[in-house]
């Protein structure tokens, strides 16, 4: 599985702005795609995961403000992000595990939000 991410990019705090995850490979192996954030530092986080049934779970800090979402056929994810703010600046990279517990990582895109 290879997955590439773009939609990074500078945004202003509050305004929105959407990342996306494409798969290529075995896309159909995938179980759970998600987004991980990593800040200057700051450990890496989960921000966002969804699994090839649509569950879903986000990250406390951005519950309500962000959405994921999954084409499973595409082998595409998404991430809207509405109401930025500051300390969601970082670096995203998408995610994806298979069902046999393989995971990849593509490369991260970084998001910087401007007060």
């Known amino acids: 599985v290879q997955l590439q991410a773009s939609g990074g990019g500078l945004v202003q705090a509050g305004g929105s702005l959407t990342l996306s995850c494409v798969a290529s490979?075995?896309?159909?192996?995938?179980?759970?795609m998600g987004w991980y954030r990593q800040a200057p530092g700051n450990k890496r986080e989960l921000v966002a995961s969804?699994?090839?049934?649509?569950?879903?779970n986000y990250g406390d800090s951005v519950q309500g403000r962000f959405t994921i979402t999954r084409d499973n056929i595409q082998g595409t994810m998404s991430l809207q992000m509405s109401s930025v703010k500051v300390e969601d600046t970082a670096v995203y990279s998408c995610n994806a595990q298979t069902y046999r517990g393989s995971e990849y990582w593509g490369q991260g895109t970084l998001v910087t939000v401007s007060s």
């Open positions: 490979g075995s896309i159909y192996s995938i179980h759970e």
């Open positions: 969804i699994t090839t049934a649509g569950d879903t």
